[in-house]
């Protein structure tokens, strides 16, 4: 497969990035929801032991996708991420003693097969590497906008929905961090010393601590069954259509192209809503709430 190495490395990404949504969503369970949104979360988090172990797979995550879009296109790259979730829930459930049934192996499979068809359905080529700073304005600003807005209405609401917008609020952040690190290393690995003068640095490193910052309150919010839908579906929507608009990744179009990319598309969407809307996920997150309310 001519992207075989790109996809393996974001396989390997997303089970780290799973890994680490599951250590860190539980120990965001342990601070005080008034930090929410601040960088006062990050740093009660950083004395968490748990918290580090995954802020490590996490690092590790970013460093293997990274590659992988060195490897190979965001239209890739990023649908495999999003088999994070495929990882994240079976391990949450391992973690608790419990054991998968139908309903999340079924889950599991439909992201999977979903994710594989479009890849191969789409068959993305890469585009350019270092585009013109008035597409990465025309794309990112409006894109920024809309995150901004879902950050201000989940502050402004407790419970499920407070998860949901945070959650969609991180996806889009991760979305813009991918397409920011494809372009980020890129400039690193022709000249290091020129691409620390370079805005798309700092910038992928500004959106990362705010994607950070987001994504971790939306775990404090909620079980990861709430905001993790909504990164799932908003992180690879956002970098594919920024890749196609900035770094004119082309995907393939034509009627029976496009209709299947859709069924795919749909397949991977209800195997993300299997596996959200379980129920031995929902009752994994009120478990560890009593226990944390026992131990207050």
Request: with cysteine; hydrophobic share 55%.
């Amino acid at each position: 497969m001519r992207y075989g190495p790109s996809i393996v490395l974001a396989l390997a990404a997303a089970a780290l990035f799973a890994v680490a949504a599951v250590l860190q969503q539980e120990s965001t369970l342990t601070v005080d929801p008034e930090k929410s949104l601040t960088l006062g979360l990050l740093v009660d988090l950083f004395r968490r032991p748990k918290w580090l172990l995954g802020g490590l797979c996490m690092v590790g995550g970013f460093a293997l996708q990274a590659l992988a879009l060195a490897f190979g296109p965001i239209a890739v790259v990023q649908p495999v991420v999003v088999t994070e979730l495929a990882f994240a829930i079976p391990f949450g459930i391992l973690r608790r003693h419990r054991k998968a049934g139908p309903r999340e192996w079924a889950g599991i499979f439909a992201v999977m097969s979903g994710v594989s068809v479009f890849i191969l359905a789409a068959s993305p080529a890469s585009g350019v590497q270092n585009p013109p700073g008035r597409d990465w304005i025309a794309s990112l600003v409006p894109v920024a906008a809309v995150a901004a807005v879902a950050v201000f209405a989940g502050a402004a609401r407790r419970g499920p929905a407070r998860a949901m917008f945070l959650g969609a609020a991180a996806g889009i952040s991760f979305g813009m961090l991918s397409v920011l690190t494809k372009a980020a290393a890129h400039l690193i690995s022709k000249d290091v010393t020129k691409a620390l003068t370079t805005w798309q640095v700092y910038a992928t490193i500004g959106v990362g601590i705010v994607a950070l910052v987001v994504s971790q309150s939306a775990y404090q919010a909620g079980p990861l069954a709430w905001s993790m839908p909504f990164v799932g579906v908003l992180e690879p929507l956002v970098a594919v259509v920024i890749g196609d608009i900035v770094l004119d990744e082309q995907i393939r179009l034509s009627e029976a192209s496009f209709a299947l990319e859709l069924l795919a598309a749909a397949v991977a969407c209800a195997g993300i809503l299997l596996l959200t809307t379980s129920q031995t996920v929902l009752s994994i997150y009120e478990e560890r709430i009593d226990q944390q309310h026992c131990v207050a």
